[in-house]
Structures are given as structure tokens and as C-alpha cells.
């Protein structure tokens, strides 16, 4: 499977593996004492951003001792993966529904934001198992985002014209959408909305290796699920039809015009930003 536009992608490759089931290095993450992180201001944290990839920081790390710590990450997972079976549109990405799969999201989390390093030790025992893929296409079991991804991309659930290619606006779109009402069942927006606010722009940063347009449409995502008739609609169709046969043009088109011309967000402030009083974007919330 064609997986180089992930490998590329320098997150990607820092958490890749040569071969499943070997050796796999200590990630380069701050992972600070929790011990250490009690007086961490929260109220903003900048995206921390070396090489183009993401590290954590003590205030990450904090922010998720602010939601709960690690369990929180694992409801929000466990709400978004029974939102995400539902869906029809992104099931058929899933091959296997009984994989771990809220775990495993809720470890890279924990480990992406400087707490822990859940994902990468549960990588280094996670069993091998052949799997056979769309078109008869046999392989072994994904071992981390890059197979992972590969994996989805030649479901056998998906339609035969569709396998193989990779996401589109209209899959981050539904993904984002159902992941930040996720994140809202979790009670996590409440608990800590500096974590929230921060968490958008983490996924925003991710994202944009599934599609590089897609980080403009996370802040429209998160907003998506605070409108009744929005979760109406979705109940009453079963998908999201609203999103479904729409051109790149039309998905610009159907945002803000403010955040689809902001090139700078999520990375718009740094901590040099903060010291120097450069103001904190005010349009996340609605």
C-alpha cells in the first residue's frame, strides 16, 4: 500500500517502526514529572513545533491533568469510536470493529500531549496478525499511524472504486466533526475549555497530513455538534448529507471566510508571541 505521503510527514515518521514487533525507541517527547506540573500556568499553550512536528511541553501535559488525566482521554475516545461504528461514512474505513481502537487513540493522546508513553509501550507488545485487505491484499496488522492509515485506505468495506484512495475533506470533515462531539459527551470542554481550546489546534496541526486544507474547517467542526438542528439532521439522515458529493470549492465556500483565509492557525502564536503580548485568537468559541 502506498503510504509515502505519511512517512514524509515528519510526526509520522518520528513514531514509525522498521518492522512490527521490533524494538521500538523511546519517543522524542518532554515527558515531565507530574509531580512538576501542579503550578504550569494553562491558560493558553502555544503549540510547541520543532522540524514541523509536534513535542509536548510541562503545559500540555498539564492540560490533561486539568481533564481528568488519561481515563478523560479514554472517554472521549470510547464515545468518538461509538459515534464513528454508527457513521456509515467513516465505518467503512474501520476493518475490524474489535480491535482495541479507543485505547489505542486514548495512548497516542496521552503520549502526543507529554504524559506518558502508553502508545509507544503498547506498540512493543501489540500482536502481529495477518490481515487480508480489499482486492485479496494480504499483510500483516497495523503497527502504528502510517499502516494504520494504509490500512483504511483498502478497507474491504469500502467501495471497490474507492480503495486506495487516501482521505478527502469530506472524511476529516465527518472525523473532526464526530471527534469534537466526542470530546463534549466527555464532559471535557467543561472540565478544561484551555484543553479544548488547545486540543483543537493539536488535531488541526494532525490533521493536515490527511489533508493539507483540512486544518481551516477544525474550528467550524468543533462548533458543528453546539447546534441542535445539526444533531437533528444527523439523526435523521444517518450520515451527514449535508457534507456528502461536495467539491474542495464548496467545502472553502461553506465556512468562514475568516478561517478559510487564516493561514496562520493553528500555529498563529508562539510563546515568544505571549511574552511579547500578541493576543490570543478569540474565534474558536462561538
Known sequence: MDVTSLTQDPDIAGESIATPGSHVPPAALLTPDPAKIQDVPRSYAPLNIHGNAHQATPRSAALVAD?????????????????????????????????????????????????????????????????????????????????????????????????????????????????????????????????????????????RVYERRAPAFARDSYRWSDNPANLEAYAKDGKMTDLMGMSATDHVSSILVEEARDAEWPYYMTYEDQVNGRGVDDSFYP
Open 67 to 207: 481533564v481528568g488525566g488519561p481515563a478523560a482521554l479514554l472517554r472521549m475516545t470510547t464515545h468518538f469510536y461509538n459515534l464513528a461504528f454508527k457513521d456509515p461514512h467513516l465505518d467503512k474505513f474501520i476493518r475490524d470493529r474489535t480491535d482495541p481502537h479507543a485505547q489505542r487513540f486514548a495512548n497516542w493522546i496521552t503520549e502526543k500531549l507529554g504524559v506518558s508513553q502508553a502508545w509507544t509501550d503498547e506498540r512493543r507488545t501489540r500482536p502481529v496478525v495477518p490481515i487480508v485487505l480489499a482486492n485479496n491484499l494480504r499483510t500483516t496488522s497495523p503497527h502504528d499511524r502510517s499502516t494504520a492509515h494504509g490500512a483504511a485506505w483498502s478497507s474491504p468495506k469500502r467501495d471497490p472504486a474507492d480503495v486506495g484512495r487516501h482521505f478527502d475533506l469530506t472524511d476529516c470533515r465527518v472525523w473532526m466533526r464526530l471527534h469534537f462531539w466526542a470530546l463534549k459527551k466527555a464532559g471535557l470542554h467543561v472540565a478544561s475549555p484551555s484543553f479544548t481550546e488547545y486540543y483543537a489546534r493539536f488535531l488541526g496541526h494532525f490533521v
